[in-house]
């Protein structure tokens, strides 16, 4: 009995950190990511929504991000710039960076939390330009850190050229 008991503990999901698994609270996948800005590199951990479920739901329901984590919006072909992002559900506020093709931030905003109950009450944040990408992270991180339009975002998988 003891001996089973000791199995199991030692192949308890608990006993890893995400840290050492790369897997957030949420069962996502986190992925390295670097923003490049003329003071130098900024690194994140974020989880990637690439399916349009995942990208629906985005940070929906989270009390908390930590300060590198963040949210990255990946779509298959370029978005126009009059669609965007709501924050309905959403309860921290967030900056959020649209990056092109090529992994250039074209436009950043801050968003608060909506606290309609009624999703079409929630304002949109547009960017006005085409975008493939978008990187969520906590409000005020972008002006804390000099990200700004222009700066270059990379990530596994993705040939950002940041020259």
Partial sequence: MTTAILALALLSPVSASIAETGVAETGVERLPLTVSTGAGPHEFRVEVADESAERSRGLMGREQLAEDAGMLFLYSREKAGDSGFWMYNTLIPLDIAFIDGEGHIVSTHTMMPC???????????????????????????FEELGIKLGDCVAWPGHKARCE
């Fill in 115 to 141: 606290v309609s109950e009624a999703p079409a009450r929630c304002p949109v944040t547009r960017p006005g330009e085409p975008y493939r990408a978008a990187l969520e992270v906590n409000a005020g991180l």
